[in-house]
Nanobody
Framework: QVQLVESGGDLVQPGGSLRLSCVVS????????IGWFRQAPGKEREGVLC????????YYTESVKDRFYISRDNAANTVYLQMFNLKPEDTALYYC???????????????????WGQGTQVTVSS
């Protein structure tokens, strides 16, 4: 019954912005850290960033610092990924994910995430 559903992906030009949403169901969002991951064609999946239950952000990759921001609205069962100054190398299928047990830190989500959304496509191109 646990589900995570991403939305908001689109085709944008370099320098553009997007806001992705991850709507969760089947669990109480406030008890879980949520991470964003991405995978581009021909590349391995990589962690992007994560927000824990104390609303602390962990950046999994330095390449998105000062451009990507994560937030959560527990009452709305939604985690957001706000992306600014998008670059072609940001093109990927973006996933949100969490670890099965509550209160797991973001490092645990990175290493052991076991609940995933279906992904939403972000394409950055001129």
């Amino acid at each position: 019954q646990v589900q995570l559903v991403e939305s908001g992906g689109d085709l944008v030009q370099p320098g553009g912005s997007l806001r992705l949403s991850c709507v969760v169901s089947g669990f109480t969002l406030e008890n879980y850290a949520i991470g964003w991951f991405r995978q581009a064609p021909g590349k391995e999946r990589e962690g992007v960033l994560c927000i824990d239950t104390s609303q602390l952000t962990t950046y999994y990759t330095e390449s998105v610092k000062d451009r990507f921001y994560i937030s959560r609205d527990n009452a709305a069962n939604t985690v957001y990924l706000q992306m600014f100054n998008l670059k072609p190398e940001d093109t990927a299928l973006y996933y949100c994910a969490t670890y099965l047990l509550p209160q797991g830190p973001c490092q645990r989500v990175l290493r052991s995430a076991d609940r995933w959304g279906q992904g939403t496509q972000v394409t950055v191109s001129s």
